[in-house]
């Protein structure tokens, strides 16, 4: 359905290309995860794909040529004034143009002579055959399970796209793409702004899905649970490898390799070390007895053994320059937290937030009748479809809303952490370094040191912060919630917009942090991994539940 051959792009100015020579295919009956840090060229891919964008080299071949292709990307492509109902409904007029068409070239072929009837005749067919299948989609009921699936009943058609929330611009672009009935889907990372029920619903509909799909997403479970292979790009050699299987077995497959690497080069190192030992044995051999001696003889034997040490070193040198030598493997930079792990932590066992008669929400209450607790160091995860009250729950904690009811006590010496969804708090204008200094008591050298911890090295420091990607503004926004030393961190959603490797590095803080932590968060990976309480809200109700963390060694990224 979908060949990709030897796809080169390289942006003006830059030396290396962003991709090189990348070719996959996508067949019917397979669900491709394309995966990569952010900033590898996922979406410029994506782009070449779709004919947005032109590679350098190399070429894209769909098959039949006719494809029907879906396509999501990562914004709405309609007004804010647009609304709903042509969003979900463009078949609606589509329709309407098909029965049209068909009228038209009926009408054609009975006055047409023979040289236009055959070509007629062949449009006549293709338009009879597109009215039939968007009269089968209006019959089938399929939108209504779609709208149902991903909890968009509730949308008013009327509604345009402006005031909708970004989950339900997502929903909405989503349901769109999947009414239009593609044969091969391309999706931008579709589980953004999805709760774990739509997740599980997209996840079913893509396992019954019988064409294609080519899928960007950073949601671990997702890809395990829904592709059958993995197009993994390297963002230091700009190309791709193909994995069979889901993100577990690409896990799997890279951390053998990086072991197997390893050893090889710790063998390396020790034979390295046994002719460096050689070749100067045999020359401090040589000196010795060169200046143990003015005997003819005895020189011209200590001449041959120092020729014997060059040869050593010219071994050695050969070795160090052949093409079979093994390069250390250095996995990706993790994000180091040093200052997390001196954030001083609050007594244990003692309780930091108490909700007591708690009711949240606007003009009525979302949830009501809380009466739970986070205790000093304790990790909860609030899950739970969208819409039913998580974000205002941790508004309403941290004192952003008032509440309709009842009351949050804080523990005296509690040092909140607030990190927002859509890093609201962070002027586009400012720049990393700025940010930081802005917060905390450091000198400039201290904050550049700082925040190259976070992954701004060097000039990235200097980047505005507008310029910055979802996933640089979170570790920004985490950056500073460190430096201000809070000592519980309450996090919105906070690695919706990671990619996989910023999200194993943010896990990889936070297992570390001294600190308590309450998180709403929809990555399943995350939370089987993370938490050790778990709230779930929904239908206006809060469960509580105990959580065992998986306990897994870190994975190479």
């Not at 709903?84 to 070239?105: K, M, Q």
Request: net charge negative.
């Amino acid at each position: 359905m979908l060949t990709v051959s030897n796809i080169t792009k390289r942006f003006p100015g830059e030396n290396e290309p962003i991709l090189k020579n990348i070719s996959f295919t996508v067949n019917a009956g397979e669900r491709i995860g394309l995966i990569g840090p952010n900033g590898c060229g996922k979406t410029t891919l994506i782009q070449i794909i779709t004919g947005l964008s032109a590679p350098e080299a190399g070429s894209i071949v769909l098959t039949p040529p006719a494809l029907r292709v879906g396509y999501l990307a990562q914004a709405l492509p309609f007004q804010d004034e647009t609304p709903a109902r042509e969003v979900l409904y463009p078949s609606a007029n589509a329709l309407a143009d098909a029965e049209a068409e068909v009228e038209r070239l009926g009408a054609a072929l009975a006055d047409a002579g023979a040289e236009t009837f055959d070509r007629l005749l062949a449009d006549y067919g293709e338009a009879l055959e597109r009215l039939e299948r968007l009269g089968r989609l209006a019959e089938s009921g399929a939108a209504e399970r779609v709208l149902a699936g991903l909890s968009l009943t509730d949308v008013p058609l009327d509604a345009p796209v402006g005031i909708l929330s970004g989950g339900q611009k997502t929903r909405l672009g989503l349901a769109a793409l999947l009414l239009d009935d593609p044969r091969l889907l391309i999706l931008d990372e579709p589980t953004n702004h999805l709760d774990i029920t739509g997740i599980q619903w997209l996840e079913s509909w893509l396992r019954d899905f019988r064409g294609g799909a080519l899928v960007v997403s950073h949601d671990r479970t997702f890809l395990d649970e829904v592709v059958t292979g993995v197009v993994a790009i390297d963002s230091k050699q700009h190309t791709a490898r193909y994995i069979a299987g889901g993100y577990s077995e690409y896990v799997r497959v890279m951390r053998s390799e990086f072991d197997k690497q390893w050893a090889l080069w710790r063998d390396q190192q020790v034979e390295i070390a046994r002719l460096e030992s050689d070749a100067r044995r045999w020359k401090e051999k040589a000196l010795h007895k060169e200046n143990a001696t003015n005997n003819d003889h005895q020189r011209r034997l200590a001449k041959k053994v120092a020729k014997r040490g060059k040869a050593k070193e010219t071994r050695l040198k050969k070795y160090l320059e052949s093409d079979e030598r093994v390069e250390k493997p250095i996995p990706d930079w993790p994000l180091r937290m040093g200052m997390l792990e001196d954030i001083e932590p609050l007594p244990a066992g003692r309780a930091v937030i108490t909700l007591e008669g708690l009711a949240v929400g606007y003009d009525r209450p979302l949830l009501a009748d809380l009466n739970q607790h986070v205790l000093a160091g304790d990790r909860v995860v609030v899950m739970g479809p969208n819409g039913q009250g998580k974000s205002t729950l941790l508004k309403t904690i941290i004192g952003e809303l008032p509440p309709l009811a009842g009351r949050v006590r804080l523990a005296a010496s509690v040092r909140i952490g607030y990190l927002a969804q859509e890093q609201e708090t962070l002027d586009p204008g400012s720049t990393p370094l700025a940010v930081l200094l802005a917060e905390a008591p450091l000198s400039e050298t201290d904050a550049r040191t700082f925040l190259h911890r976070f992954l701004f090295a060097g000039d990235e420091a200097l980047r505005p912060v507008g310029q910055l990607s979802f996933g640089e503004r979170a570790c920004l926004m985490l950056a500073v919630l460190v430096a201000r030393g809070a000592n519980l961190l309450v996090l919105d959603d906070p690695i919706n917009h990671l990619d996989v490797p910023s999200r194993e590095r943010f896990e990889a803080a936070l297992s570390v942090y001294r600190g308590g932590v309450l998180a709403v968060v929809h990555d399943r990976y995350f939370v089987d991994r993370f938490a050790t309480r778990i709230w779930h809200i929904e239908n206006g109700a809060l469960a509580e539940r105990f959580h065992t963390p998986v306990d897994v060694e870190a994975e190479p990224v």
